[in-house]
Each structure stands twice: as structure tokens, then as C-alpha cells.
């Protein structure tokens, strides 16, 4: 069965499907993260006493990857633009890019998490730790998500450009949209749990 | 979509660059205001207040939603409205306990 819309927008929505789709997606995840964050909230007011982020986490590491996420989300869009100009080459390098960015998020993600485990601080040590490790944990796994993306879109995927480049633009377009939202909660965990 | 011309491509292109560099810039200064060390209050509320200025720059240009179409805005007004629901149902359920 031909899925319809694919490229051209649905007359009574305004937008191609796929577009829609990683919205309602989207809307889905802000609920997940957003009961997460409330539960933290709760936690956080109800304890006694709360340790401030940045006596017990990586600041500077958690920082750099704060830098490496904001530019990978610069490079997705990057690519997108390039696909618009017909230039596949160069969106391909910018694809890769924000492939690496990603790589280099958990590659650091997974220092500070072997820091912490041979310091015996594991998810079952306090409350601080266990939010902590769940937040980053499924943070974590939608970067992993993004990246098995990018990986198809920049390999087995890729040869829908050369049939169907209207199609594989909007593919880049929905993945950024995502990886934007990725970037996103970062945005937001970052200075509650390390910073304050 | 593909309809845009060139020139504005590039032109979206240095807006992306712009915010990039607003969001790097925000980065340092909410990394920076955490080292000193502010009262309680005033740290939670300068760091929530820059988190969400980043937030902005990025659905708002990253993602478009300044210039996306009313469907996609309706949907989102609607996942904040539950979700500030979600946000509020817990936190007054723990301050009305018994005997609390």
C-alpha cells in the first residue's frame, strides 16, 4: 500500500504526514519527560535535604556535552538546508557530523556514568542518584535512537535520494525535528540536575 | 519546504548560525552563574529562566514553530495543557496529605 502525503502537504492538515506524525510523537515524549521531571520536582521538594547537582556531578564534562548536543542540532539542520539545495554530498557530511556528535554525547555520557559506578554510586544509593540515573539513563537511549537513524539515513537510506529526493528531505526534516527535541530536554536537565 | 528559494535558504542559514551561537553563549553564562554559588530561590529561578530562553531559540527556530502551521501549534497547546496538569496534580496532591 502507497503511503499518501509523503512529499506534498495534505490539503486539509497543511502538512506532509510524516510531519504530523513526529509532532503527535513529540507530544508524547514531552508527557514521558514531563512526568519524569514532575516526579523530580516532588522528590526535590519533599526531601529534607537535597544535594546540589554540582557537589556530586561532572559539571565541565556535562557542559561540553551541552555544546556538542546544541551543534549536532545545528548540523541536522545543516544537512536539511543542504538537501533543499540539492547539494547530497554536503548534507551527507553534515549528517555524518551529527552522527559523531551523538557517538561523542554517549562516549562522554558513559565516562560519567563508569566514574560514578567505580565510586559504588549506583541508581539504588539515594534518591538524588536514582533520578538522576533515570533521567540521563532514558535521555540517554533517545540519543542512541537518533543515531541508529542517522546511521540509516546516511547508509541503507540514503539511496532513496536519487528516486525519491522530495521524500528523503522531508526523512532529515522529521529526524531533526526530533533530534531537536532530544536537544531540547537536555536543555533543561542540564541545569537541574548539575547545576543546581 | 522545497517551494523556498535560494537566498532564503542561505538566508535561514545564517539565522540557524545566530541562534547557535545565542545558545553557546547561554550555555557559558547559566555554567557560570552556577559557580556563585547564588541563594537557593534566585540560582533555581536564573537557571530555569535561561533553560528556557535556550528552549525558545530551539523550537522556535530549530524546530520552526514561529512560523509552523496552526495544527501542529494546536496539538502542542494541548500537550501543555495536560501536561501542566501533570505538573500540578502531584504537586498539590503532597502538600494536602492527612495529618500533614
Not at chain 2, 3 to 28: C, D, M, N, P, Q
Not at chain 2, 65 to 93: C, M, Q
Amino acid at each position: 500500500m502507497e503511503i499518501p502525503y509523503t512529499i506534498q502537504a495534505r490539503p486539509d492538515t497543511g502538512l506532509y504526514n510524516g510531519k504530523l506524525g513526529i509532532w503527535l510523537f513529540l507530544a508524547s515524549e514531552v508527557m514521558l519527560f514531563g512526568a519524569l521531571f514532575s516526579s523530580l520536582i516532588l522528590l526535590r521538594t519533599g526531601a529534607e535535604t537535597w544535594p546540589a547537582g554540582w557537589e556530586r556531578l561532572n559539571v565541565p564534562l556535562a557542559t561540553l556535552n551541552t555544546f556538542i548536543l546544541i551543534g549536532s542540532s545545528v548540523t541536522v539542520i545543516l544537512s536539511w538546508a543542504s538537501l533543499r539545495l540539492g547539494d547530497f554530498r554536503k548534507a551527507k557530511i553534515y549528517l555524518g557530523i551529527t552522527l559523531l556528535c551523538g557517538l561523542g554525547f554517549m562516549v562522554i555520557k558513559a565516562i560519567e556514568y563508569g566514574t560514578k559506578f567505580s565510586h559504588h554510586y549506583y541508581p539504588s544509593t539515594d534518591t538524588f542518584y536514582s533520578v538522576y540515573y533515570m533521567m540521563t539513563g532514558l535521555h540517554g537511549l533517545h540519543v542512541l535512537g537518533g543515531m541508529v537513524v542517522f546511521a540509516y539515513l546516511l547508509g541503507p537510506g540514503a539511496k532513496m535520494w536519487e528516486k525519491e529526493p522530495g521524500r528523503y528531505t522531508n526523512r532529515v526534516e522529521v529526524t531533526g525535528l526530533y533530534w531537536h527535541f532530544v536537544d531540547l530536554v537536555w536543555i533543561f536537565l542540564f541545569p537541574i540536575l548539575y547545576l543546581l | 519546504m522545497s517551494g523556498h528559494s535560494v537566498e532564503e535558504i542561505k538566508r535561514e542559514t545564517r539565522v540557524y548560525l545566530t541562534v547557535f551561537a545565542a545558545l553557546a553563549a547561554l550555555t557559558v553564562i547559566t555554567v557560570a552563574v552556577s559557580y556563585l554559588h547564588l541563594s537557593g530561590w534566585v540560582a533555581i529561578a536564573l537557571a530555569l529562566a535561561i533553560a528556557s530562553v535556550k528552549g525558545f531559540l530551539v523550537a522556535g527556530f530549530f524546530m520552526h514553530l514561529l512560523s509552523e502551521k496552526k495544527l501542529v501549534i494546536a496539538v502542542l497547546v494541548l500537550t501543555v495543557v495536560f501536561l501542566l496538569v501533570l505538573l500540578w496534580g502531584p504537586w498539590h496532591s503532597a502538600y494536602d496529605s492527612i495529618g500533614g
